[in-house]
């Protein structure tokens, strides 16, 4: 059975930075898409980066590109979301989801729908 715990969500100003992490369990942790999604009040939830844990396939929301890093540590089954230069808009419940044994790495993109297994999410608020 799949499950991912999310941590290190928390209330920064803006400008500030987080990590998040997601620990993982119940699965090859090295053969499957993993990624960072995000829902902001009243909105829908939406992409924000992901990866593919077999190797260096990476993608990232045009919003996030150049202040958020996704990275994986295999050996502690965990993966990591380094948020800096953090801004109001940043703010939502931030979700771990993972997509185990995907066809190929081209699948580890950030369509919602590749994903069936999910966090419960949390929460980060960036105040101006």
């Known amino acids: 059975q799949v499950q991912l715990v999310e941590s290190g969500g928390g209330s920064v100003q803006a400008g500030g930075s987080l990590r998040l992490s997601c620990a993982a369990s119940?699965?090859?942790?090295?053969?499957?898409?993993m990624g960072w999604f995000r829902q902001a009040p009243g909105k829908g939830r939406e992409g924000v980066a992901t990866?593919?844990?077999?190797?260096?396939?990476?993608y990232y929301a045009d919003s996030v590109k150049g202040r958020f890093t996704i990275s994986q540590d295999n050996s502690k089954n965990t993966l990591y979301l380094q948020m800096n230069n953090l801004k109001p808009e940043d703010t939502a419940m931030y979700y771990c989801?993972?997509?185990?044994?995907?066809?190929?790495?081209?699948?580890?993109?950030?369509?919602?729908?590749?994903?069936?297994?999910w966090g419960q999410g949390t929460q980060v608020t960036v105040s101006s």
């Open positions: 990866i593919y844990t077999g190797g260096d396939s990476t």
């Open positions: 989801a993972a997509f185990v044994f995907p066809y190929s790495r081209s699948w580890c993109n950030l369509v919602i729908s590749h994903y069936k297994s």
């Open positions: 119940g699965y090859t942790f090295s053969r499957a898409c």
